[in-house]
């Protein structure tokens, strides 16, 4: 069994996939109807931020993984103000 190991390059452009998929599945939220329809997208973005920032911190990317951060953290307090359960 051969194991592939993934290169700085790849492991950043998965980052950068599941950044765009975390933004993609926010957008979704304000067409989301309530229920199971938001709550899949509100936990697509927060699962997708998670990913993300496992990645910046395998790469070392200090400032990058603080970005992250602030980023999901951002969207858990505008969705828990906008959208009160």
């Not at 051969?2 to 290169?7: Q, S």
């Not at 997208?41 to 602030?70: F, N, P, Q, V, W």
Request: proline share 2%.
């Amino acid at each position: 069994m051969v194991k592939e190991t993934a290169t700085a390059g790849e492991l950043l452009e998965r980052l950068r996939f599941f950044e765009a998929q975390a933004e993609q599945a926010y957008t979704r939220l304000y067409e989301a109807r309530p229920g199971a329809d938001f709550a899949g997208c509100y936990s697509d973005a927060k699962e997708a931020l998670h990913e993300a920032i496992a990645l910046a911190r395998r790469l070392g990317l200090a400032r990058e993984t603080m970005r992250l951060e602030k980023r999901l953290l951002d969207i858990k307090t505008i969705v828990r103000s906008q959208f009160p359960a």
